[in-house]
């Protein structure tokens, strides 16, 4: 019997999960902003102990790696690893950006004869978003980029498929991918549950990280700005 936990903060979605031989036993999940690094062990710890675990019950731990928030992904990464190292158990990546696609392709979809690829998309500030292309059995068929939406965005591939848009980026762009084969979703949002049956192939398969090099996906270096002090110019 196979236990794993899994931990997602790339967005300002907080969510954890622990299933056994994929199949969830839980999932405490919080919107509440800034408060990742607050209540991402102490629902580490209530999902254990509510599940009747120990800590040396788990398998191995996996985290959602990227892209996403600089401070969230730290957040999560640093969390998983330091169970991992404590506990002398394997550490599971997975793509951000696949798992949000793997949960909305569980969704009952309105088809329309044509293909479907799934566009998941993370806010990335301004017009520019994080995003990939995923097939129906989600292979990628397009890499995870930065990207600043434009008219002609997507076009390509809008001709021949119908692209279901989604994801706190996607709202943005309503308004600027204007195809009859688009099609946007609301209130879609990554959770640690839509992470396991990725993550449960990689334990199978045994695609472990090395624990003491994995860093996050950030996709865009990380900029911090300098800060106002009074007085100063």
Not at 10 to 39: D, F, M, R, Y
């Amino acid at each position: 019997m196979t236990l794993i936990l899994s931990i997602e903060t790339a967005t300002p979605v907080c969510s954890v999960a622990l299933a056994q031989n994929n199949n969830i036993l839980g999932v405490k999940e919080s919107t509440k902003k800034n408060s990742h690094s607050e209540i991402v062990t102490v629902f580490i710890d209530e999902l254990m102990k509510e599940n009747q675990f120990s800590f040396k019950d788990l398998d191995a731990v996996a985290v959602s790696k990227g892209p996403g928030s600089y401070t969230g992904l730290r957040i999560g990464v640093s969390t998983a690893k330091g169970m991992c190292y404590a506990l002398e158990i394997p550490l599971i990546s997975v793509n951000t950006l696949q798992s949000l696609a793997f949960g909305t392709s569980q969704i009952n979809i309105q088809k329309s004869g044509l293909p479907i690829l799934f566009c998941p998309m993370l806010d990335a500030r301004r017009m520019e978003v994080y995003c990939a292309l995923f097939d129906e059995n989600i292979n990628e068929v397009r890499e995870t980029k930065a990207e600043i939406i434009e008219p002609d965005s997507f076009q390509t591939y809008l001709e021949s498929s119908q692209v279901i848009f989604f994801g706190d980026g996607a709202d943005k762009c309503k308004e600027v991918i204007q195809h009859k084969n688009a099609i946007f979703l609301d209130d879609v949002f990554p959770s640690a549950a839509n992470m396991m049956t990725i993550i449960f192939k990689k334990y199978q398969n045994q695609k472990f990280e090395d624990v003491a090099y994995f860093e996050p996906f950030y996709l865009k270096d990380f900029i911090a700005g300098v800060p106002k002090v009074k007085g100063l110019k």
